[in-house]
């Protein structure tokens, strides 16, 4: 692995199936490291108060996560946290207990540290009424120093079906500047098998919505290797999708694990895509993309070239946690609601993720830490080593090696022997101390980062897992 580098090329990859074939096995989506199945019941409350405190030495601005558990319907590929009801009424004491674990948190801060980047994630946020959202919002607001910043990120994730454009006015007006949009398919025949029956129409006048009130950038999801799914059917999404140049798009892959995701069971093997039609998706999704100017960003993401994660991707600033890829890389981030995760310091924590339990937990009056874990100096090192490869898909050995007083080659002796496998594909690279992928090796990022992640050595971890493919 000596070779002259080649970095890859920032707007794209090659697609090569028949490396992706080889090499399609499951892996971490590394929006942390070490992974939340590696957490502990060991770590509580008071462990999350010191990391607070050392986290305010540092003055760092705050990301809000808040999880909203509740959809009105299951859709049956969904692998999320959520609790599905009809009943509305339901979101006004969730947001009730989501402002008590504030009033409980905040003043753990020090004064002044601004709030840069709000997410709200589920479930399906908008199963809140627009009153009971903007009481969560501005209540918020109250216990927090939100910044006034036009760089601020606040966003949310959207069911088309369950909201108007009325709805993303007042969105609008509590400063959500983001929204995401989740499609997956326009084909009714996948639709139906998914339970996700939803129009054409309705999506697109709320991606207009959006624009309309001064949104700045929309996301769209699709997922790729879903029951009854085809190529001419999703290439019909593709150009629906692409007519209306959303700012981000995100290509999932479906991962079919339905002894871990009950909805699952309801989809039947035999309309799966078998592997070779998955991958031909995949390449079609890559192929309409690229064409159609967008940068592709890393894992399933891509962004228009002037869109903010393309900036941050070409000026080294890219960042990557439990919200997905985020330009606000220096920030603590703090989650609100049931199964939320917080990175803190050097430090995770995870509120439970059983709606009763974290409702328990708060009545009680207490913090909500279920579990956690506290870095050692090796996390650390290895944190930012596979943060960088998850963003940049490279990642300099000397200037880490300077950073944390350690000989990049010596260290990582056993993981850049284990690299070879993947370079003698030449999905990465390595040389002269700079590790990198490759462009056949950038829809692969996180199997070049779990050459890297000491956790993995058990041969059963993987299995927990989705493919990479």
């Known amino acids: ?27 971490p989506r590394y ?14 409350a008071g462990q999350f108060r010191e990391a607070i405190a050392r986290s305010n030495a540092s003055a760092r601005p705050l990301s809000l996560y808040v999880h909203v558990p509740y959809c009105t319907s299951p859709c049956f590929y969904c692998g999320c946290n959520r609790v599905i009801s009809r009943d509305r009424d339901k979101g006004a004491p969730y947001v009730d207990r989501v402002l008590a674990e504030a009033d409980r948190v905040a003043p753990l801060f020090a004064p002044g540290r601004e709030v840069t980047q709000l997410h ?34 606040f966003s949310i994730e959207l069911d088309p079906r369950s909201v108007s454009p009325d709805d993303i006015a007042v969105l609008a007006q509590l400063g959500f500047n983001r929204a995401s949009l989740g499609v997956q398919d326009f084909d009714p025949a996948v639709q139906q098998a998914i339970n996700r029956v939803q129009g054409v129409d309705e999506t697109l006048a709320i991606i207009d919505a959006c624009r309309r009130h001064g949104l700045r950038s929309v996301n769209v999801d699709l997922i790729y290797g879903l029951p009854k799914q085809t190529l001419e059917g999703f290439a019909r999404t593709l150009e629906t999708v692409l007519a209306v140049r959303p700012d981000r798009l995100a290509i999932y892959g479906y991962a079919h694990m339905p002894h871990l995701f009950k909805a699952q ?30 940068q592709y960003i890393g894992m399933d993401h891509f962004a228009l070239p002037e869109e903010d994660l393309s900036r941050a991707q070409r000026a080294g600033s890219l960042h990557r946690n439990f919200m997905g890829y985020t330009t606000h890389a220096d920030s603590d981030l703090l989650g609100l609601g049931v199964s939320a995760i917080s990175r803190i310091d050097n430090s995770y924590s995870q509120n439970p993720r059983d709606l009763k339990d974290w409702e328990a937990r708060i009545d009680a009056g207490g913090l909500p830490v279920w579990r956690g874990l506290e870095l050692d100096a090796d996390d650390v090192l290895r944190a930012e080593l596979i943060q960088q490869l998850m963003c940049h898909g490279r990642v300099d050995g000397h200037a880490l090696a300077a950073r944390h007083g350690i000989d990049f080659e010596q260290y990582f002796a056993v993981e850049l022997a284990a690299l070879q496998h993947l370079a003698a594909d030449g999905l990465a690279r390595y040389h002269d101390g700079v590790v990198a992928a490759t462009r056949q090796g950038r829809p692969l990022l996180r199997l070049i980062a779990m050459c890297f992640d000491r956790y993995l050595q058990a041969p059963q971890q993987p299995a927990r897992y989705s493919r990479a493919i």
């Open 1 to 27: 692995m000596d070779t002259p580098l080649a970095f890859p090329d920032p707007l794209g990859w090659t697609f090569d199936p028949d490396i992706l074939r080889r090499h399609d096995r499951p892996g």
């Open 120 to 153: 709200f994630g589920g479930g399906t946020p908008n199963f809140l009424e627009p009153e009971q959202l903007s009481r969560l919002v501005e209540g918020l607001r109250q216990r927090f120093c939100f910044s006034g910043d036009t760089g601020r990120d």
């Open 31 to 44: 929006t942390s490291y070490p992974t939340a199945p590696h957490f502990h019941d060991g770590y509580g």
């Open 265 to 294: 069971r309801q989809i039947v093997d035999a309309e799966l895509p078998d592997a070779e039609r998955k991958l031909a998706l995949l390449g079609l999704a890559v192929e309409r993309l690229s064409a159609a100017g967008y």
